[in-house]
């Protein structure tokens, strides 16, 4: 059974920088797709940041490239989202995705919440003004 843990959630002021940690279990992920979404109180959940992971191709919501990065440890099974000058409305819960050995990747799916198979319990991120 797949597993995601993340960790790394918390309060910082704007301008700040955060590492959120996804730590995967249960299978291997080499074939894998895993996102980063979130979702803020009374909105939907938003795509953030994706990766593939064989090969590390990545990508980026509009509003949040330049600041954040997605990126993998192979050793470790775990999946970081570093996100730099962060601004309030990046307050949100955030959850890690996985898509498991997919037939097809492009980038609407990557973006789409329903395309995902396993997410993990999330982790608040509050960036205070």
């Known amino acids: 059974q797949v597993q995601l843990v993340e960790s790394g959630g918390g309060l910082v002021q704007a301008g700040g920088s955060l590492r959120l940690s996804c730590a995967a279990s249960g299978r291997t992920f080499s074939s894998d797709v895993m996102g980063w979404f979130r979702q803020a109180p009374g909105k939907e959940r938003e795509f953030v940041a994706a990766i593939i992971w064989s090969g590390g191709s990545t990508n980026y919501a509009d509003s949040v490239t330049g600041r954040f990065t997605i990126s993998r440890d192979n050793a470790k099974n775990t999946v970081y989202l570093q996100m730099n000058s962060l601004k309030p409305e990046d307050t949100a819960v955030y959850y890690c995705?996985?898509?498991?050995?997919?037939?097809?990747?492009?980038?609407?799916?990557?973006?789409?919440?329903?395309?995902?198979?396993?997410w993990g319990q999330g982790t608040q991120v509050t960036v205070s003004s």
């Open positions: 995705a996985a898509k498991v050995a997919p037939f097809a990747i492009t980038v609407a799916r990557m973006k789409a919440p329903s395309w995902y198979d396993y």
